[in-house]
């Protein structure tokens, strides 16, 4: 094996490592988004304020607006 084919299995092994990275972070923070989220629907449901977890953003910088359907707001 020469010198540069370890070159280029070197950078491919990195973008790799990468992109597995970058999308773990995104599910990290969709899973604290929806979290957070749940906790405020438990709190509203039980009739509490919400509660602030320290860790937990509100809304994120992958968060998109909700929608609640009406299936839901019979529920609530």
């Given at each position: 094996?020469?010198t540069?084919?370890?070159?280029?299995?070197?950078?491919?092994?990195?973008?790799?490592?990468w992109?597995?990275?970058a999308?773990?972070?995104?599910?990290?923070?969709?899973?604290?988004?929806?979290?957070?989220?749940?906790?405020?629907l438990?709190?509203?449901?039980?009739?509490?304020?919400?509660?602030?977890?320290?860790g937990?953003?509100?809304?994120?910088?992958?968060?998109?607006?909700?929608?609640?359907?009406?299936?839901a707001?019979?529920?609530?």
């Amino acid at each position: 094996m020469t010198t540069t084919a370890i070159g280029i299995l070197l950078i491919v092994l990195c973008v790799l490592q990468w992109a597995t990275m970058a999308a773990l972070h995104r599910h990290t923070v969709q899973m604290k988004a929806l979290q957070a989220q749940l906790d405020r629907l438990l709190d509203a449901r039980q009739g509490k304020s919400p509660r602030v977890v320290e860790g937990s953003p509100i809304r994120s910088e992958y968060d998109e607006p909700r929608i609640l359907h009406a299936s839901a707001e019979k529920r609530a």
